[in-house]
């Protein structure tokens, strides 16, 4: 068991690097490995999510399950198919963000169909702890640590101790999704977009029936290796959660926001098809760069704004002046002039051209040059 001196400062270490303006990559494998003096662990699985729907929009892995992707979209089914006490969409809404299997079910983790039917039967897991990446009501990823059979169980003092680290693992988190990638570059080799509907259809199961080539370019760019395929576990979260709303288990189809290696955010959304014959349970999903009002709340949390920051931001980007943003808000021209400084460090920026560019144009830096069709859009 860690010391309480080590847990400190393994907390000071994840603070320090949620607040040094590192990418994603580099934040998240700095943060995880240093977690592992506080909490050993055999594997670890660290996803971000869509803070609006809590959907998964990327993953990475690490110890024993890293390159072990061959179920993921296992993974994918039973996290959002069928949740359980220790799912991250339960944790978001949960007084404790973290969540230990074994101390849930009361040692018999076999009561928990991820644990039976995926982790113990295919790598010899025993025990899982979670943690869900959040600040305030916002939840920006999660995370879950395994032990094996021959290790002891995750305690209530380790659980604890990984609930405090909550608003870190968030503020680095949503600081890496904002990062810019520098050095990334478009590709050489084929165009930057493939013309057409980008529509993928799933079947039984988790099996691939149809994906028009848009589709299959479009998730290619959600891989974060040019190389790594397509995200089958984003996929198959998405495919679940549409089994979950025909059944009527929720009512909400699923639909989240993700951002491409090349800095493009994309919106995926799915749906159950009619079910026909050997169809049954068969699902669409389609794939659409997202449009301007659909990210901007994204970017804008993304800069950690307290309520009123985003309040005078709301009005920036709307080409409000001083003036009139401090008469709608009831607030002096110097304290928008303020809280307008506290928003430009947080955003990186120094002016509010500057803001409304990061804001709105950050997605579109990769497609400058590109011809826009007859409905001003990008083609």
């Known amino acids: 068991m ?16 949620a607040q040094a303006g590192l990418d994603l990559e580099s934040f998240l494998v700095e943060a995880v490995e240093s977690l592992r003096r506080a909490v050993p662990w055999v594997s670890a699985c660290v996803g971000t999510h869509d803070p609006r729907t809590l959907l998964l929009t990327s993953d990475r892995k690490f110890g024993h399950l890293l390159g072990q992707d061959p179920r993921d979209a296992e993974f994918g089914l ?12 339960e944790l978001a809404a949960a ?22 039917s995926y982790h113990l039967l295919h790598y010899g897991h025993a025990d899982e702890a979670r943690l869900v990446f959040r600040e305030g009501s916002e939840v920006w990823g999660g995370m879950g640590l395994m032990r094996g059979t021959d290790d002891r169980p995750f305690d209530d003092a380790e659980i604890d101790f ?12 949503r600081a890496g999704l904002m990062a810019r990638l520098a050095g990334v570059d478009e590709p050489d080799d084929g165009p930057t977009e493939v013309p057409g509907p980008a529509v993928v259809i799933i079947g039984s199961g ?6 028009t080539p848009t589709a299959e370019h479009r998730l290619r760019e959600l891989a974060r ?9 984003l996929l198959s979260g998405l495919v679940g959660a549409a089994r979950r709303y025909a059944r009527g288990e929720t009512t909400v189809l699923p639909r ?5 290696r090349l800095g493009r955010w994309l919106i995926l959304q799915a749906g159950p098809l009619s079910s026909t014959g050997d169809h049954d349970g068969d699902v669409v999903i389609t794939i659409e760069e997202a449009r301007p009002p659909e990210i ?17 931001t709301q009005l920036v980007l709307q080409g409000v002046g001083t003036q009139e943003i401090g008469r709608a808000l009831h607030m002096s021209a110097y304290t928008v002039q303020d809280h307008l400084k506290a928003v430009f460090d947080k955003a990186g920026v120094r002016s509010r051209r500057e803001l409304i560019a990061r804001v709105f144009f950050d997605q579109y830096v990769p497609r400058m040059g590109e011809e826009i069709g007859p409905s001003g859009w990008y083609v």
């Open 95 to 116: 007084e404790r963000p973290a969540a230990g299997v074994f101390l849930q079910t009361g040692g018999d983790v076999e009561r928990s169909m991820r644990i039976a």
């Open 78 to 89: 039973l996290e959002y198919g069928s949740p359980e006490a220790t799912s991250f969409t």
């Open 256 to 260: 989240c926001r993700a951002r491409t």
């Open 2 to 17: 860690a010391s309480t001196l080590t847990r400190e400062r393994v907390r000071q270490d994840v603070g320090v690097v």
């Open 296 to 312: 901007v709340g994204l970017v804008v949390a993304a800069f950690g704004l307290t309520p009123r920051e985003r309040d005078v």
């Open 225 to 233: 290796d040019p190389d790594g395929g397509i995200p089958v576990a």
């Open 162 to 173: 990984l609930a405090s680290l909550a608003p870190a693992f968030a503020r680095g988190v």
């Open 206 to 211: 988790y099996r691939v029936a149809q994906m």
